[in-house]
């Protein structure tokens, strides 16, 4: 079984429509996705709840889709999965039960936990992680 490789105009389409959707998802940041795709009257948790967990969902899945078209290799894309689910089932519920008890649903986080917040809404550990599998298959195979 052979492996097809995407053509190079799939790559830089696939590359564009991924950073395209890391910048309208930065540049609607404000936007309330509950209330656009639920036109429902909810506790201001469980729409602090979606909306910090849509986004994260849509900029990593935009950044595995950016990953697999910069290394086009399974490895990379499922270690970019498992960094994925670690943020979906370790970090977020960690974040959500701090921030919620603390501080609310406010949206300014104190010095403690904006750090946390800059992972949830950004997608700060898969930029790292492009970073690493750059490093690692690019600059490291050159000093050996």
């Not at 930065?26 to 639920?38: D, E, G, P, R, T």
């Not at 602090?48 to 595995?64: E, K, M, S, Y």
């Not at 949830?120 to 000093?143: E, T």
């Amino acid at each position: 079984m052979t492996k097809r490789k995407l053509s190079r105009r799939s790559r830089l389409a696939l590359g564009a429509l991924s950073l395209s959707g890391l910048a309208i998802v930065y540049i609607l940041q404000q936007v309330n996705y509950f209330h656009f795709l639920f036109p429902l009257e909810t506790s201001t948790n469980i729409t602090f709840i979606f909306n910090r967990t849509f986004r994260l969902l849509v900029n990593d899945l935009l950044c595995v889709i950016l990953i697999f078209v910069l290394f086009d290799e399974k490895k990379y894309v499922k270690m970019a999965y498992l960094v994925l689910t670690i943020e979906l089932v370790v970090i977020l519920p960690l974040y959500f039960l701090i921030k919620l008890k603390m501080e609310g649903d406010a949206e300014i986080s104190s010095p403690l936990l904006s750090q946390i917040h800059r992972l949830i809404v950004n997608p700060m550990l898969m930029f790292v992680l492009i970073a690493g599998f750059y490093y690692q298959r690019f600059l490291s195979a050159k000093n050996q």
